[in-house]
């Protein structure tokens, strides 16, 4: 796919003209966004009055009801052209997602998805947590009585490890158990304005790559009303949701950011090529075995994309709770994020010098090091661990 091949969601009801401005926008200030760490606030905003972070929300409740595969299709093409936006806008997603999915027949969750698409509110998670790292199945902090007369009223305090571009978000997404009493395993959802939370931050984000994602740590405590729990246990928002649409948003993310290093490499060489008319450049036999493995990780991504979708109805819902599907979204997620360093890697070795310097265009250093964040983001070794013990007991794990 050649750089002006633009995957264009296709809902008619979306604005195109402003999403190109989106993709137009983290283009021109991807650099910028890496070298100063800072909140790709340009492209947000424009995602945000185009409505495109409420792509999500069913026709019904005034959005575009856009399906997974289409939300992919814009996450990657965001990601060629600033990895650190495109992560933000999955992430975001993930969060409309799981409120879609699972908000029953809340009415307090349509009347918050009909905001989201008139105010383009946008929406942060805090998953991890102090003294329980990455494991997202567990929680410290926990739902309790308010201390204040309200009787309606219920409060949490949560020390989250990290909280992407949690001082740029209008609300938080927040994993806590159910009550005091309950086991760690024993969670919710809640849904809070950051106009009403307390939030310190407790970290910075000086990072390797990445950077744009703003992802300190925060120690959050906020009082909400029963209604602004999802009705929905978490472990089964996780299974059919979180972890299966994490994983292949993220999945497009790294994908995007290889295309764009590819598509870097393979100027490189048609310069080469140009310059020398009649030869083949030393460096294009490592750009046709980087085409081939391209082929083989679109082919992956868009296989774990569409399985998904079709398994999104209520009838396949349960499916998507089996050890079976948990092995493969979890292997989806493993191979992504290696491909997408091996690919970048290829990359810079086509390249050489050119590409090893900062800010030229044949430059994939940015690409290189957002890559590494790949694995990291629920440990690689984690989901080997979890897949190992299913496998010593699933029968089918095709």
Same mark, same amino acid.
């Given at each position: 796919?050649?750089?002006?091949?633009?995957?264009?969601?296709?809902?008619?009801?979306?604005?195109?003209?402003?999403?190109?401005?989106?993709?137009?926008?983290?283009?021109?200030?991807?650099?910028?966004?890496?070298?100063?760490?800072?909140?790709?606030?340009?492209?947000?905003?424009?995602?945000?009055?185009?409505?495109?972070?409420?792509?999500?929300?069913?026709t019904?409740?005034?959005?575009?009801?856009?399906?997974?595969?289409?939300?992919?299709?814009?996450?990657?093409?965001?990601?060629?052209?600033?990895?650190?936006?495109?992560?933000?806008?999955?992430?975001?997603?993930?969060?409309v997602?799981?409120?879609?999915?699972?908000?029953?027949?809340?009415t307090?969750?349509?009347? +918050?998805?009909?905001?989201?698409?008139?105010?383009?509110?946008?929406?942060?998670?805090?998953?991890?947590?102090?003294?329980?790292?990455g494991?997202?199945?567990?929680?410290?902090?926990?739902l309790?009585?308010?201390?204040?007369?309200?009787?309606?009223?219920?409060?949490?305090?949560?020390?989250?490890?990290?909280?992407? +571009?949690?001082?740029?978000?209008?609300?938080?997404?927040t994993?806590?158990?159910?009550?005091?009493?309950?086991?760690?395993?024993?969670?919710?959802?809640?849904?809070?304005?950051?106009?009403?939370?307390?939030?310190?931050?407790?970290?910075?984000?000086?990072?390797?790559?990445?950077?744009?994602?703003?992802?300190?740590?925060?120690?959050?405590?906020?009082?909400?009303?029963?209604d602004?729990?999802?009705?929905?246990?978490?472990?089964?928002?996780?299974?059919?949701?979180?972890?299966?649409?994490s994983?292949?948003?993220?999945?497009?993310?790294?994908?995007?950011?290889?295309?764009d290093?590819?598509?870097?490499?393979?100027?490189?060489?048609?310069?080469?090529?140009?310059q020398?008319?009649?030869?083949?450049?030393?460096?294009?036999?490592?750009?046709?075995?980087l085409?081939?493995?391209?082929?083989e990780?679109?082919?992956?991504?868009?296989?774990?994309?569409?399985? +998904?979708?079709?398994?999104?109805?209520?009838?396949?819902?349960?499916?998507?709770?089996?050890?079976?599907?948990?092995?493969?979204?979890?292997?989806?997620?493993?191979?992504?994020?290696?491909?997408?360093?091996?690919?970048?890697?290829?990359?810079?070795?086509?390249?050489?010098?050119?590409?090893?310097?900062?800010?030229?265009?044949?430059?994939?250093?940015?690409?290189?090091?957002?890559?590494?964040?790949?694995?990291?983001?629920?440990?690689?070794?984690?989901?080997?661990?979890?897949?190992?013990?299913?496998?010593?007991?699933?029968?089918?794990?095709?």
């Open positions: 796919m050649s750089p002006q091949q633009v995957r264009m969601p296709a809902k008619d009801s979306i604005d195109s003209g402003g999403f190109q401005e989106a993709l137009k926008l983290a283009a021109q200030n991807a650099d910028d966004v890496d070298r100063r760490g800072r909140f790709p606030s340009e492209a947000i905003e424009v995602l945000r009055s185009s409505g495109a972070l409420a792509w999500h929300v069913p019904n409740l005034g959005g575009a009801g856009m399906p997974i595969d289409e939300l992919a299709d814009a996450t990657f093409e965001l990601s060629r052209r600033c990895s650190a936006t495109g992560m933000i806008f999955a992430m975001h997603q993930i969060q997602a799981s409120i879609v999915r699972h908000k029953a027949n809340s307090w969750f349509d009347r +918050y998805l009909q905001l989201l698409v008139s105010q383009g509110r946008l929406i942060a998670s805090a998953t991890s947590e102090v003294g329980i790292g494991d997202l199945r567990r929680s410290i902090a926990a309790e009585p308010a201390s204040s007369d309200a009787a309606d009223k219920l409060q949490f305090e949560k020390k989250a490890s990290t909280i992407s +571009y949690g001082a740029h978000a209008d609300d938080l997404l994993t806590v158990r159910r009550n005091a009493k309950a086991d760690a395993g024993d969670q919710v959802l809640v849904l809070t304005p950051m106009s009403e939370m307390e939030m310190e931050q407790t970290g910075d984000w000086d990072t390797l790559g990445m950077r744009g994602t703003c992802s300190p740590g925060f120690r959050v405590k906020a009082t909400c009303l029963a602004q729990v999802l009705p929905i246990p978490f472990a089964t928002i996780a299974a059919e949701t979180v972890v299966p649409v994983h292949i948003l993220w999945s497009n993310v790294w994908l995007g950011l290889a295309t290093a590819y598509d870097r490499a393979h100027k490189f060489v048609g310069v080469q090529a140009h020398k008319p009649g030869t083949t450049p030393p460096a294009a036999s490592g750009l046709a075995k085409s081939t493995r391209m082929a990780f679109r082919a992956m991504v868009h296989a774990a994309t569409n399985e +998904y979708a079709s398994l999104s109805d209520d009838e396949g819902r349960k499916c998507l709770s089996t050890m079976g599907y948990a092995i493969r979204i979890n292997n989806l997620k493993i191979a992504a994020s290696e491909a997408a360093v091996e690919a970048c890697q290829s990359a810079l070795r086509i390249c050489g010098f050119v590409g090893y310097k900062n800010g030229g265009p044949y430059s994939v250093g940015r690409q290189l090091r957002d890559a590494q964040s790949a694995a990291l983001m629920i440990a690689n070794d984690r989901l080997l661990a979890t897949n190992a013990a299913l496998l010593s007991v699933c029968r089918d794990s095709r």
